[in-house]
């Protein structure tokens, strides 16, 4: 059974850095590449950008590039995306989801973290 | 950067109804591979997204046949007929064609 299992519940300060992860199970991580998407509260979802964990390589939305930083461990099957610098505007639900080239779509998502920003 | 258009922002619709929700791009979707990256998603309270339509029109697996995605270029549609409350949440169209990808605003279907 494929499984994405998140990371818990993040607060962070002002100017810090917080990290979350997503392991994968029930399929080879190297055949997917996974997705980060953002969810503001109460408000609709912001694709991040992906990282392909066979080669490393990673795209970002503009305005994630200076924000998001997507890693990924092949030896856990696991991802992980760091968010630097926080601010009020990052305080979200952070959602991971594979995505494959022969079939291009987000067929499974994890269950969300929140990460709340506050002092 | 691409942006999808969806209409209505929300729907309330009677059991057993039709409802239909519009997602218009800034710019066609079709890939010079030919394939069109139009996906649609569904956000039942409380939960994460899930897949219903990719492709435009290809149900994902335990899709039910309810569920209708059309559309071409720029303007598609999700037609989701004999609506049941099992269907209500935020409905959402995502294109992948262009990079950077991105989601529509959101339509919101409430049961009347």
């Known amino acids: 059974e494929v499984q994405l299992q998140q990371s818990g519940p993040e607060v962070g300060r002002p100017g810090s850095s917080v990290k979350i992860s997503c392991k994968a199970s029930g399929y080879t991580f190297t055949d997917y590449v996974m997705n980060w998407v953002k969810q503001s509260p109460g408000q609709g979802l912001e694709w991040i950008g992906w990282?392909?964990?066979?080669?490393?390589?990673?795209d970002y939305a503009e305005k994630f590039k200076k924000k998001a930083t997507l890693t990924a461990d092949t030896s856990s099957s696991t991802a992980y995306i760091q968010l630097s610098s926080l601010t009020s505007e990052d305080t979200a639900t952070y959602f991971c989801a594979r995505w494959a080239y022969s079939s291009p779509y987000f067929d499974y998502w994890g269950q969300g973290v929140m990460v709340t920003v506050s002092s | 950067d691409v942006v999808l258009t969806q209409t209505p922002v929300s729907l309330s619709v009677t059991l057993g109804d039709q409802a239909s929700i519009s997602c218009r791009s800034s710019q066609s979707l079709e890939y010079s591979d030919g394939y069109t990256y139009l996906e649609w998603y569904l956000q039942k309270p409380g939960q994460s997204p899930q897949l219903l339509i990719y492709g435009v029109s290809n149900r994902f697996s335990g899709v039910p046949d309810r569920f209708i995605g059309s559309g071409s270029g720029t303007d598609f549609t999700l037609k989701i007929s004999r609506v049941e409350p099992e269907d209500l949440g935020v409905y959402y169209c995502f294109q992948a064609t262009h990079d950077p990808f991105t989601f529509g605003s959101g339509t919101k279907l409430e049961i009347k």
């Open positions: 990282i392909d964990p066979e080669y490393g390589s990673t």
